[in-house]
């Protein structure tokens, strides 16, 4: 069997095959009733049986398909390959983005799964669980979503900017992400929160809000959704020359890109717990 890592769009088929196949179970269990299996980081950092279920299945299915990749996940960390030669493609997987929207039936909510060669994200998919929605992206490929090209929002004041954003489970860092956007709900039109990083970096991709920043995302968190909206147009970035990463995720327009950052900056976003 052949080691080497497949073209993006290769990929990408392989991404779209088992997130449509992860999707409809997680839906299906949704329906049959869900509850917390366990939390993670607090009480209210929930993970449900679906959320293991689904990783186990995506681990499986891409194991079957390319059993020499690594495959980062969400619940269960890195899955070992019993193989200890490099791999060619290390698969990050996010089994239910917005897992608490997804425990009380909120549609606002994902599976998302990236491909990365050589440290670079080359392909992702991010696609609902309960209205079928799927954007997908290649590097150089431009972002997708139902055949269509997806372009970012063209909004240059960020007085006019709708902005989303998230909050993470501590509530140190909760209180300290609410400072901040007291002050920043002031600078812009307005702020929503819909819990689903991925799905959120994916209506930025096309344009149904201008900006989004989070400070806390894990690498399945914004893998494929990242990849969307860079593909999209976005500026995908950290504060201060970082790249995207746990202290900050940027994603604007470019012309909105440094007034958000500017603000964010002034406003010590990426520190706190």
Known sequence: MDRSAPPPQELLEIAIEVARAAAATAY???????????????????????????????????????????VLGEEYGAAARGDDTPAPVRW??????????????????????????????????VRNIHTGEEWTATAGGGAWREGRRLTCSTETDLGQALVITGFGYDPA?????ARVLTDLIAHVRDIRRLGAAAVDLCMVAEGRADAYYEKGLAAWDQAAGGLVAAEAGLRVGGLKGLDPGPEMVIAAPPALFAPLHDRLAALDASGGP
């Open 28 to 70: 299906r269990m949704r329906a049959e009733g869900v509850s917390v299996a366990a939390t993670k980081s607090t009480v209210t950092d929930v993970v449900t049986a679906a959320d293991r279920a689904v990783e186990r299945q995506i681990t499986d299915e891409l194991r079957r398909l390319r059993p020499y990749d690594a």
């Open 92 to 125: 990050i997987v996010d089994p239910i983005d917005g897992t608490i929207n997804y425990l009380y039936g909120l549609a606002h909510c994902a599976v998302s799964i990236a491909a990365e060669v050589d440290g670079e994200v080359v392909a992702g998919v």
């Open 173 to 177: 860092r909760r209180a300290h992400q």
